[in-house]
């Protein structure tokens, strides 16, 4: 597609409730970020892939949180046994192998633990 | 609608000039706003954001309401400034990104 794309927009689950948030990057971009912020404050680094390579897990946030890329293309990120404080917008973005272009950002998934 | 715009794709300033990144914005409530910054080989970081009225590595950024801006601004550019910037604001709904700017600082 022509950006970036995550689902769902929002959702709203129960404490304790896993949920998995969805994003499809720009064909092509090999480098793909999830990102989340809460409220009032800035974002928040939680992984990044790149091509091949392990992911740089080293901004989630606890064991709670798992993603995967597959393909090298769609990632999803896992929350288990979410809590309050996990609600957030949760955004994805993706760019190019040398970044040059920059970041295309995903519209975000809010995610509302209640 | 909501919108951030960064007119600017390229920005070149010699090393010693002033910098100064545009950013407007349309939202119809009032918008938190930010800049970030991605320097070359990293990630995406905050840089300042206009409720905490700082200044951060000789940037500044003032939220003019009137004209719906958020400038970013440096007196004398330094090398180390070259970097992409991103504008964005958050509102009741979600986080909107300008595209960003490219700055190239010329020696």
């Known amino acids: 597609g022509a950006g970036v794309s995550q689902s769902p927009s929002n959702k709203v689950t129960e404490k304790g409730k896993d949920v998995e948030l969805r994003c499809d990057p720009i064909?092509?971009?090999?480098?793909l970020y999830w990102y989340r912020q809460s409220l009032g404050q800035g974002l928040e680094f939680l992984i990044y892939f790149q091509g091949n390579s392990a992911p740089d897990k080293s901004g989630l946030p606890s064991d709670r949180f798992s993603a995967e890329r597959t393909g090298g293309s769609v990632s999803t990120l896992t929350i288990q046994r979410t809590q309050q404080e996990d609600s957030a917008v949760y955004l994805c973005?993706?760019?190019?192998?040398?970044?040059?272009?920059?970041?295309?950002f995903g519209s975000g998934t809010r995610l509302t633990v209640v | 609608a909501q919108r951030v715009t960064q007119p600017e794709k390229l920005l070149s300033v010699f090393k010693g000039a002033p910098v100064e990144l545009k950013c407007n914005y349309s939202?119809?409530?009032?918008?938190?706003l930010f800049w970030y910054v991605q320097y070359s080989r990293q990630r995406l970081q905050l840089l300042l954001r206009?409720?905490s009225r700082e200044s951060i590595k000789g940037f500044t950024a003032d939220l003019n309401k009137g004209e719906t801006s958020f400038h970013l601004k440096k007196p004398f550019a330094q090398e180390e400034d070259s970097a992409m910037y991103y504008c964005?604001?958050?509102?009741?709904?979600?986080?909107?990104f300008g595209k960003g700017t490219r700055l190239h600082i010329l020696p």
């Open positions: 939202y119809s409530g009032s918008p938190e």
């Open positions: 064909s092509g971009h090999t480098a």
């Open positions: 206009h409720i």
């Open positions: 964005a604001l958050t509102g009741d709904d979600k986080i909107i």
């Open positions: 973005a993706s760019s190019s192998p040398t970044g040059f272009d920059g970041y295309t």
